[in-house]
């Protein structure tokens, strides 16, 4: 399965994704052979999963996917996974930030390389991996962009670079000097990028000086993003080619929070008669 995993080019993170959730059944099943189970089998094992160990609707569809690609990927049972029902998936609204809250942050963050990385999860949209990723060659000066490269889905795209980011960015490597064939923001280790987890701790840090209390991890900023960009008016379309999504209805969610229309709706109760 592995094997087959990388020969198909799925990411490291999917990867081992897929190997964990097959490593479940594995350790349940004990001398039961995987190959010889039959789809009601496995339609027992996922009752299971679902009502024993309560496992979430996203970590059940986690689940199914890594067993569908064993047994009909590696396996070659062709629609072995049809006759076994997926859980519904939730509508989670995506968590983000206010304007307020984002300047707050940003004001709490006084380190340059940090405030930087920050202020690329907003400005530009990017993912905490694409912005630690991100090398010097990548920041487009002359044309104001920002190459991303290998982003998720193995898909290249180019966001701009606003005038606030790039007087930001000169501040920065006029400070910091990395390596020009490099990483923009290197990490501890020699030829390593900047660690995700330590970005993550960066917000954190920054959320507790700007006592900012509302839950949301880094993406939030890149939701944040998304959703200030609508609020603005900006054509949906776009949105979802600076964000490098395959498909419009994962950007559509930024509907479902955007105030761009919902301010214009007056509430029932400024017509009461309350009087003064």
């Not at 487009?140 to 005038?163: E, N, Y």
């Not at 939030?220 to 200030?228: E, I, M, P, V």
């Not at 419009?248 to 229309?261: E, K, M, P, S």
Request: with cysteine; proline share 5%; hydrophobic share 40%.
């Amino acid at each position: 399965m592995e094997e087959h995993l990388k020969l198909k080019g799925y990411s490291p993170a999917t990867l081992r994704t897929y190997l964990n959730e097959m490593r479940q059944l594995l350790l349940l099943i004990g001398q039961v052979r995987a190959d010889d189970l039959e789809p009601p089998q496995l339609k027992r094992y996922l009752l299971y999963c679902h009502e024993r160990l309560r496992l979430t609707e996203n970590t059940l569809h986690s689940r199914m996917n890594a067993l569908k690609f064993y047994y009909e990927q590696v396996l070659r049972r062709a629609k072995f996974f049809w006759e076994i029902p997926r859980p519904k998936k939730q509508l989670l609204l995506p968590r983000l930030f206010n304007q307020e809250e984002v300047v707050a942050i940003l004001k709490a963050t006084s380190n340059v390389k940090h405030r930087l990385m920050l202020m690329l999860c907003y400005g530009a949209g990017l993912r905490v991996s694409e912005v630690v990723r991100l090398q010097v060659c990548d920041i487009d000066q002359g044309r104001r962009c920002i190459w991303v490269k290998r982003a998720k889905g193995k898909k290249d795209r180019v966001v701009p670079l606003s005038p606030l980011l790039l007087v930001m960015v000169r501040e920065y490597l006029k400070a910091h000097h990395p390596d020009p064939l490099g990483y923009l923001f290197p990490g501890q280790g020699k030829g390593l990028p900047y660690s995700t987890r330590s970005l993550q701790l960066v917000l954190a840090a920054a959320k507790r000086r700007a006592r900012v209390f509302k839950p949301g991890s880094i993406h939030a900023l890149r939701h944040s993003f998304a959703t200030h960009l609508l609020d603005r008016g900006t054509d949906v379309t776009m949105i979802m080619r600076l964000l490098g999504h395959n498909e419009i209805r994962t950007t559509l969610r930024y509907l479902h929070v955007t105030n761009r229309d919902i301010l214009d709706v007056i509430s029932p109760l400024e017509d009461l008669p309350f009087g003064h």
